[in-house]
């Protein structure tokens, strides 16, 4: 499902406008990311985290010129799911 599959649906669902959806879902993805490059957690509760994971630094190869390369700390961005969206996820696919 893509972003214009998601906006298409609940416009449909709830009969807003899909220009205003858009907007809307624009803004919150615009709020997660603005909130996270910030540091900080969201929470959605029935839903799930979108949290900051640190990195350790480490030592990879690159196999092609056979040398090693020191990976700083870093951060990235990580989803984990509410137990009750986990379930329905499990029970329902088919």
């Known amino acids: 499902m893509t972003k214009a599959d998601i906006i298409n649906e609940i416009s449909k669902n709830t009969g807003i406008e899909k220009l205003t959806v858009q907007k809307t879902v624009e803004a919150f993805m615009s709020t997660v990311k603005n909130s ?50 986990l379930n329905d996820v499990k029970n329902n696919v088919k």
């Open 36 to 85: 996270m490059s910030n540091g900080e957690n969201v929470y959605l509760r029935g839903f799930g985290s979108f949290t900051i994971k640190k990195r350790a630094t480490k030592t990879a190869r690159n196999i092609s010129k056979n040398t090693t390369i020191v990976i700083p700390e870093h951060n990235i961005p990580a989803f984990k799911p509410a137990k009750d969206f």
